[in-house]
């Protein structure tokens, strides 16, 4: 086996490379952080969102439900010909 000294690319230290290398290094190690931070943040939000489907859902649909049928409720009585007339103009207004 080599020795570590002796490895390609250990020849030079960071005042002896040009800046494109220093560059290129820094964007593929940043592209590899980042790729790395978005897996983990879609890996978490996939996990909480099985989690609430799973515990969470079950018990908060009943009152979702209901907020549907009451919006519906609403939508229709809008819809009769008594509520949409406009109010008279007058001293109270």
């Known amino acids: 086996?080599?020795?570590?000294?002796?490895l390609p690319g250990t020849e030079k230290n960071m005042y002896e490379v040009s800046w494109l290398e220093v560059f290129?290094?820094?964007l593929v190690a940043g592209m590899g952080?980042?790729?790395g931070g978005l897996i983990l943040y879609v890996v978490?939000?996939?996990?909480l969102g099985n989690?609430?489907?799973?515990?969470?859902?079950p018990v908060i649909e009943?009152?979702?439900?209901?907020?549907?049928?009451?919006s519906q409720m609403l939508q229709q009585l809008q819809g009769l010909p008594g509520l949409n007339q406009q109010q008279p103009s007058g001293l109270w207004r």
């Open 33 to 35: 952080r980042a790729l």
């Open 1 to 6: 086996m080599t020795e570590p000294d002796s």
């Open 51 to 57: 989690l609430f489907i799973q515990n969470i859902w």
């Open 44 to 47: 978490v939000i996939l996990f």
């Open 62 to 70: 009943p009152v979702v439900n209901s907020f549907q049928q009451s």
């Open 24 to 26: 290129g290094r820094n």
